[in-house]
Nanobody, 116 residues
Framework: QVQLVESGGGLVQPGGSLRLSCAASGLDFSMYTMTWYRQALGKKRELVATITSTGGGTDYADSVKGRFTISRDNAKYTVYLQMNSLKPEDTAVYFC?????????WGQGTQVTVSA
């Protein structure tokens, strides 16, 4: 059974940092593109950052470029999202996604709240 388990969310003040983790099991992790999405209350889910299966390529939403960094450790079956200089508009539930042709899996999400 495939599981993606996010952790590391919480409440942080504007300008602060958080590091999200997504631990995968039940799949050949190194075959999957991994992506972080987020969904704010009342809004559509949006792509935040993505990383190729080998970690050799990354891409980011314009709103997080220069502040967030995605990385992965294929030996640990884990993908990370380092979030710096957080803003109130980063408040959302953050989801981990695993994708390869014809197959996709989602985690349950972790809440990130940026507030003074």
């Amino acid at each position: 059974q495939v599981q993606l388990v996010e952790s590391g969310g919480g409440l942080v003040q504007p300008g602060g940092s958080l590091r999200l983790s997504c631990a995968a099991s039940g799949l050949d992790f190194s075959m999957y593109t991994m992506t972080w999405y987020r969904q704010a209350l009342g809004k559509k889910r949006e792509l935040v950052a993505t990383i190729t299966s080998t970690g050799g390529g990354t891409d980011y939403a314009d709103s997080v470029k220069g502040r967030f960094t995605i990385s992965r450790d294929n030996a640990k079956y884990t993908v990370y999202l380092q979030m710096n200089s957080l803003k109130p508009e980063d408040t959302a539930v953050y989801f981990c996604n695993a994708l390869r042709p014809g197959v996709t899996y989602w985690g349950q999400g972790t809440q990130v709240t940026v507030s003074a």
